[in-house]
Nanobody, 126 residues
């Protein structure tokens, strides 16, 4: 499956933005989806994940209550709504997917990702 992320840009602290990721090349509803991020000088880290149907979600503690992951299987798209942004949220954000039919848990328990999007920059200014 191919992943194409978009959105982000420059946002003021406390502001909001939404990232989108469109999938192609396979049956989207058979893939759990996730978002990761990598800040300058830091390792890539898990942000959020969503199950095949969208009925289950999971978040890193650092974004819980501020970010919301969702998906539209009819549009082959996963979203990351980011509210209450902080300067420490500045990073390149990547959409990601494990192998087909794998549960979302493999991404945040075992850090297993099979497919990556190209990354989109989010910069939060103070």
């Amino acid at each position: 499956v191919q992943l194409q992320a978009s959105g982000g840009g420059l946002v003021q602290a406390g502001g909001s933005t939404t990232l989108s990721c469109v999938a192609s090349g396979d049956t989207f509803s058979r893939y759990a989806m996730g978002w990761f991020r990598q800040a300058p000088g830091k390792e890539r880290e898990f942000v959020a994940a969503i199950s095949w149907s969208g009925g289950s979600t999971y978040y890193a503690d650092s974004v819980k209550g501020r970010f919301t992951i969702s998906r539209d299987n009819a549009e082959n798209t996963v979203y990351l709504q980011m509210n209450g942004l902080k300067t420490e949220d500045t990073a390149v954000y990547y959409c990601a997917a494990p192998s087909r039919d794998q549960s979302m848990g493999v991404m945040f328990v075992r850090n297993e990702v099979e497919y990556w999007g190209q990354g989109t920059q989010v910069t939060v200014s103070s």
